[in-house]
């Protein structure tokens, strides 16, 4: 049974950073993608980026093209979400998700972490 557990959601002022962990665990990941999504207030949930556990390919949202990272651990099945020059609009619960291939739906999700940017 795959588990995604979120972590380092917080309040942070604009222009600010967090860095939003995923750990995963229950399979091997070699073959997964790993993502994350957020849901804003009365708004449908996005795509905010994903990366490709075996080769690392990244792909982002055009929202957050350049201000946020998407990476893996090495030596632990974690994801990280670095997010920077945050905007009041990057405010949502953000959930980290994964899919056993290149294609298809995301078949487990995390609990999600909220993420406030405001002064």
């Known amino acids: 049974q795959v588990q995604l557990v979120e972590s380092g959601g917080g309040l942070v002022q604009p222009g600010g950073s967090l860095r939003l962990s995923c750990a995963a665990s229950?399979?091997?990941?070699?073959?997964?993608?790993i993502a994350w999504f957020r849901q804003a207030p009365g708004k449908e949930r996005e795509f905010v980026s994903r990366?490709?556990?075996?080769?690392?390919?990244?792909y982002y949202a055009d929202s957050v093209k350049g201000r946020f990272t998407i990476s893996r651990g090495n030596a632990k099945n974690t994801v990280y979400l670095q997010m920077n020059s945050l905007k009041p609009e990057d405010t949502a619960v953000y959930y980290c998700a994964a899919r056993p291939g290149m294609a298809g739906s995301y078949d487990y999700w995390g609990q999600g972490t909220q993420v406030t940017v405001s002064s």
């Open positions: 229950g399979r091997t990941f070699s073959s997964y993608v």
């Open positions: 990366i490709n556990w075996r080769d690392t390919i990244t």
